[in-house]
């Protein structure tokens, strides 16, 4: 559906409560279905980073027992791939990533087993302006970078921060960078994921989560964000033999008195 839509996968009762409540969940990125996606993230930027630590190794050896710059360097940047890993993998972390997330198409099998159980399932069609207009402070909508070549343009932007020079207190700096860039590390995922199309609104605080609610796979960590229920202007009912949902789609979009369209997914069901 190329109608300039952003389109959240959901279940019967989360196209509920965001119609009715004019809120978002976002989800602790630490808990999004596909569990390696931070990894991969950490791995891009491992990757990307290797020329230039392998040049300060390689500068600091020729100086054993010497705190050459060379040395302060590549510790920095080494602890800054720590940090990112302690952040994202510790029980209980400080410092927390939250996201929505949106697919550009509206109709995908695949996000049709993923998050509408298979059937009974329904998009949401946000208009992404008025979405962001009233977001609780949130980023931009930011798009998904899938694999090392769509992410080069924010690695690039990433690496200049990283131990730019000698520091007084390279721990310190590498927590702080790492920091900064788990935010941009959530905007990464694998190119074989590239089929959804994926944005997010992305909010990250020091904290010690949010609320918490229960999932076929344990307790999720969230937080709620308002936004503007006019911003919904497509519903559509995923695929399914029942057409009381498509009814009840009608239903639910004459409650919150808005206009938005109601869509049969084109998808077959079997």
């Known amino acids: 559906m190329e109608d300039g839509l952003i389109y959240h996968y959901t279940d019967a009762r989360g196209l ?10 976002l989800s602790d990125v630490t808990y999004m279905n596909d569990r390696r996606e931070l990894d991969y993230g950490i791995d891009v930027l491992r990757e990307a980073l290797k020329p230039r630590l392998t040049t300060l190794q390689s500068a600091a050896a020729l100086y054993p027992d010497e705190e050459s710059p060379e040395r302060n360097m590549s510790g920095v940047i080494g602890g800054v791939i720590s940090e990112l890993s302690r952040m994202l993998k510790s029980e209980n972390p400080g410092f927390r990533v939250f ?12 996000q049709w087993r993923g998050y509408g159980k298979g059937v009974g399932g329904f998009s949401l069609g946000f208009d992404p302006e008025i979405l962001v207009r009233n977001h609780g402070g949130l980023s931009p909508l930011v798009k998904v970078a899938y694999g090392p070549h769509e992410a080069q343009s924010l690695i690039e932007a990433i690496l200049p921060r990283i131990a730019p020079q000698p520091t007084g207190h390279p721990g310190t700096h590498a927590y702080t960078q790492a920091e900064q860039i788990v935010p941009i590390i959530a905007r990464i995922k694998h190119p074989g994921f590239r ?7 992305i909010h990250h605080f020091w904290g010690r989560g949010g609320e918490l609610r229960a999932t076929e796979s344990g307790l999720v960590s969230y937080v709620e964000s308002p936004f503007d229920i006019s911003a919904i202007r497509r519903i559509v009912v995923g695929p399914s033999a029942d057409d009381r949902n498509l009814r009840a789609a009608y239903d639910l979009a004459n409650r919150v008195g808005k206009d938005i369209d109601i869509v049969r997914s084109a998808i077959p069901f079997r």
């Open 195 to 201: 089929e959804e199309r994926e944005r997010r609104l």
């Open 16 to 25: 509920l409560g965001i119609a009715t409540s004019g809120r978002l969940w």
């Open 99 to 110: 996201a929505a997330c949106f697919c550009e198409e509206g109709d995908l099998l695949s």
